[in-house]
């Protein structure tokens, strides 16, 4: 009987570990492994077709030296991305989904419409947009002058890129709505009505009841908002056509270090190095925003 028990209870946690084991090995090759390689190559000269040589701190050096520019041109362009596109998502899509968060007729529906440019991949929006905002051909410009204005630069000029850029990223602000519905849903009516008793408004109860009970998904969108938008790179890989657009005006940081390691030099390791700076700045900033968290309310405080 000890012995049915105990091939049972083996076979049970076997079975357990050959479930997750495809994820456990996906982890393992494409996420341990390359993180571990690319730290190795980032003390290398290497350019992917010759063995790495040249062992040192040279890349980490000349990524604020020789190629300081680009750096810090980069460094620049993704935090006034971040600190101007991560307020304004949360602020945009909490009042969004206030707007969606009642009882009536279709709402499913319009929600679903706000969610939809969500599940559109990076790419094929980014397509969309480019040719969309074409300076020449594209239907806004198209539109504009048939109102007697002026075409706009769009993508087309320096001043321009980031707040198109910025413009059409809000596009996916569904996804963020969904979480603030999520959360809405979750605080006690009971706490608007005794607002109500007491005869506090509409405005009152948000900011004293809303936002401090929804703190915990409001902590959420920052974190992963942060580090989602300090690795920006597809949708403006394809805007830029594999550039920085305009005077590098939309040279993000992940785009600079793609044209490190796939550019003409291939430098492979200093792309490395470059990769594993950005990882400290997203470490860093994580670590700042939890030690700061004490703003936050957890239903079990």
Not at 45 to 69: C, L, Q
Not at 146 to 175: D, K, Q, R, V
Not at 178 to 198: F, G, Q
Request: net charge positive; with cysteine.
């Amino acid at each position: 009987m000890f012995a049915k028990k105990s091939a049972k209870k083996i076979f049970s946690t076997y079975s357990g570990y050959l479930f997750i084991a495809p994820v456990m090995l996906g982890i393992l090759i494409f996420t341990l492994v390359p993180m571990v390689l690319s730290l190795y190559y980032s003390f290398f000269d290497y350019n992917v077709v010759s063995a790495p040589t040249n062992f040192g701190f040279h890349n980490y050096i000349k990524m604020f030296t020789v190629r300081g520019e680009n750096f810090y041109k980069s460094l620049s362009v993704t935090g006034i991305y971040t600190v101007i596109f991560v307020p304004l998502t949360l602020v945009l899509s909490f009042f969004l989904a206030l707007l969606l968060n009642r009882k009536m007729r279709g709402i499913k529906a319009f929600r679903l419409l706000c969610y939809l440019p969500c599940i559109i991949p990076a790419v094929v929006g980014g397509l969309l947009w480019r040719d969309l905002m074409n300076e020449r051909i594209g239907i806004f410009n198209r539109i504009l002058d048939m109102m007697g204005f002026e075409p706009y630069t769009f993508f087309n000029a320096a001043e321009t890129s980031m707040p198109t850029f910025i413009f059409t990223t809000l596009f996916g602000l569904g996804g963020s709505m969904l979480l603030w519905l999520a959360a809405l849903s979750n605080v006690p009516a009971e706490l608007y009505e005794a607002a109500r008793i007491d005869g506090a408004n509409k405005f009152v109860r948000t900011f004293r009841i809303t936002i401090p009970m929804c703190s915990a998904t409001i902590f959420y969108m920052l974190v992963t908002g942060v580090i989602g938008s300090l690795q920006t790179f597809g949708g403006v890989y394809v805007v830029t056509g594999g550039g920085g657009g305009k005077d590098n005006s939309l040279l993000f940081y992940v785009m600079n270090v793609y044209q490190t390691a796939f550019g003409s030099g291939m430098e492979m390791g200093l792309a490395s190095a470059l990769s594993w700076v950005l990882f400290l700045v997203i470490a860093l900033l994580t670590l700042v925003l939890f030690k700061t968290g004490g703003w936050v309310h957890y239903e079990d405080d």
